[in-house]
């Protein structure tokens, strides 16, 4: 009999493994669905080049990513900032650096978007992220979408857009799919709005890994060992108060506990016997994932840097947005990364490869000449085609969903604890939500 | 090599088959993944009563089910409505007859009701249900919730509420949760608000069938004979540009076409290959079933009659509402009906019978005096324990969805036509709509 098994490799199980294993407690096993461990994160290449084809970025404030980066040696390096950023609303462009919403927007549209931003703070002061649901106005919030407040509260048509635009680009989902109590909740459990937003000394864009944050999950799970098991999609979970049963592809196994460390959105395709209760079935399935095409262009130089640019493109008329310089310091290659978001991402799902490629090259031709024509090579991935995500980056909340059945989100049911970014009271849906999700449902165990 | 495949053997697939067959075009199979037809309609008896523990109620104005209840000579009887219904918003009851909304609110209650009804009407107006994403607001109206609208728009606490309970009964989901250009959707195929909350003549809720409505079901069935296939789920779909192979527990069917007369929210069981425009995906996912359990309650005599009761009780505080009086006029028994609607559906899904019985009967006491705790009988049926349903009575799209995707609910993708009542323009969510989008895929096909 086993103490544990977690079910999920992402950076959630296999922090809750390495905390187990620290603690002395290895007696556990990991069932992972895919051939593969990382979850949301993914090992790929473009040219010769590592990149990651999903969560990528670190944040210095984010702790606990940060002191994994530091154990396996992974080293960090800045996303390119020094020059100007394009911005375009409709058919108006404007040039700035990329942290002054006031140049990007103009005067009016900036002043808008700071009293915008200050009336989004006020609801979001008296919110606690370990029970957004408790917040005194959770019910009008939560019957709110982020488009009805956008729509009653932004007063220039530029702000609105850098509003809309910043739902997409951090939940990859509409302004209108959105419960505004989640979106606060998720704003503040990340470090407020400016940090979200930022690739910049502090935010959550600012830093990459040479190599990607995949390796990390990587070189955990070589902690881990042979308890780590691949291909073991868990059909069935018996549960009862004395532990579990769970049986999957590789076996049946029998534990005292389980860390259920997958999306709230992946849980329908386990059995669970006898059945959760329907508050917390209601919570499953009733977030939706988010939708993303992530794409990577790779270019013999950084040419765009000699225009004063820094490669960052924020628009609203296109499919793709945002676009950032990520080129690794230590290479002379110009390196590319950028996103089809939420239903830009659905609405070019069906296009080939090759489609996506001419409509991201047909947008950087635009911006930085003829040149932006011949990469050496361009590489995207879907993540709503990958069925053990379902989306990324994270789950989000539709109206109406979180105050009456948030708090079953990872509330601990007898033998079965819950782990996953979406149950994080910090940084939920990025990767630091997810190891300190997976090290406190170690410790509700230990 | 078959005609048709039909998947769904409710009141859609049924009458698809039956539209088929009386063109002379029999050559198809129907699979059925349940042991039994009639999808969201089931047979059930309290006492020796055979009631329907899924839809129910005809309208007059329900054109095709009154066709074919006319046509196997199924009879239909009035709910009961003469007296006095009780209506109470928190600690303050009223009474009334059931039509006649400024009884039931009071005069500013009334007054405050018919003014936001006016306003609800005005986008109506402008809304086809055709295309209800063509609307010249529809990004505004699927941008906000119901519950916003209401507490914008509704200008007294009781009308408030009455609208609250108004969405909770007919879609089962609370106002927080839906598209407000859905809501509009939904209650214009119906024919409007009077007519959906109506259980009077020409309302919604005015006739039921001696036996239930759940026995045309079956008499369909025996016409269409042996090409119907009972525990048949189909796993996989294979669709090219010559037809269809469908993969079932009971075997594999090749056809010309395929009508797939299920909720759209079970769509994710089916496997398609190729897989289907990522649209599509999007709004089979997005969809949320309704929440409902239904339940019976048997008396010997209709006793609260006798009091100048109708049996209808409306209220906002209790985990019940509505509850009717649908004594078959044949009996000398009293025979009350109820729903745990919407939120309160899930929150008491996890009691005993016993459990929900109790709270039922606590209810009926206060209302009808204690004659009302010892009933011959108890009988409830949840319906999102129902694994081929997944709800009732049917899908509704939250905020953000119908705009972007809702036009892909009906439209045929190379020879796969949809059928099920979420896909019709005309009393979608109701046994007519089924009926009518299963003659509407047949006709596609002849």
């Known amino acids: 009999m086993l103490d544990t098994v977690i079910i999920g490799a992402g950076f959630a199980g296999l922090s809750a493994a390495r905390t187990l294993m620290n603690e002395g407690r290895g007696n556990f096993v990991v069932l992972e669905a895919r051939d593969r461990v990382g979850g949301r994160t993914k090992a790929g290449k473009i040219g010769d080049i590592p990149v990651d084809l999903g969560g990528m970025w670190m944040a210095p404030t984010q702790t606990r990513l940060k002191s994994l980066a530091a154990h396996y ?9 020094d020059g100007n950023a394009i911005f375009r609303i409709g058919t108006r462009e404007r040039q700035g650096p990329r942290e ?14 700071l009293f915008a931003k200050w009336k989004l703070e006020r609801p979001m ?8 649901w408790a917040h005194p106005q959770a019910k009008e919030l939560d019957a709110t979408t982020v488009e009805t407040w956008i729509a009653r509260n932004v007063y220039h048509p530029l702000a609105r857009a850098a509003f809309r635009t910043i739902c997409n680009s951090l939940l990859c989902a509409e302004p209108s799919q959105v419960s505004l109590l989640f979106f606060l909740h998720y704003v503040k459990s990340g470090g407020g709005l400016d940090v979200l937003i930022s690739a910049d000394a502090g935010g959550a864009q600012n830093l990459m890994f040479h190599g990607g944050v995949h390796q990390i999950s990587r070189f955990m799970a070589d902690e ?24 999957s592809e590789v076996g049946t196994f029998s534990a005292r506990s389980a860390i259920i460390a997958i999306s709230p959105t992946l849980m329908h395709r386990i059995t669970f016997l006898p059945t959760l209760p329907q508050p917390k079935v209601a919570v499953h399935e009733h977030l939706f994932m988010g939708s993303s095409i992530k794409f990577w262009v790779l270019y013999k130089t950084p040419f765009w840097r000699e225009m004063g640019l820094n490669g960052t493109i924020l628009r609203d008329d296109t499919a793709i947005t945002p676009v950032m310089d990520v080129s690794p310091p230590d290479q002379k290659n110009g390196l590319l990364v950028g996103f089809f978001d939420a239903n830009r991402a659905i609405n070019n799902a069906d296009l080939s490869v090759e489609g996506r490629r001419a409509i991201v090259l047909e947008m950087l031709v635009e911006h930085f000449g003829p040149e932006a024509s011949e990469p050496l090579d361009y590489v995207d991935h879907d993540w709503t085609d990958e069925v053990w995500s379902g989306g990324c980056y994270g789950a989000y909340a539709p109206p109406g969903v979180f105050t009456p059945y948030g708090q079953t989100l990872r509330a601990t049911i007898g033998p079965l604890h819950w782990a996953g970014t979406e149950t994080s009271p910090q940084w939920t849906g990025y990767i630091e939500g997810a190891i300190q999700s997976g090290e406190r449902a170690a410790r509700e165990i230990l």
Do not use: F, K
């Open 73 to 81: 040696n992974v080293q960090a390096y800045p996303t390119y900032l």
């Open 100 to 113: 002054d919403p006031s140049r990007l927007l103009g005067i009016a549209g900036g002043l808008a978007y």
């Open 125 to 132: 002061a008296r919110l606690d992220t370990n029970q957004p």
């Open 224 to 247: 881990i060992g042979d308890r780590l098991h691949l291909n073991a999609p868990v059909m069935v979970i018996e549960w009862h108060d004395r532990g579990v049963t769970v049986h």
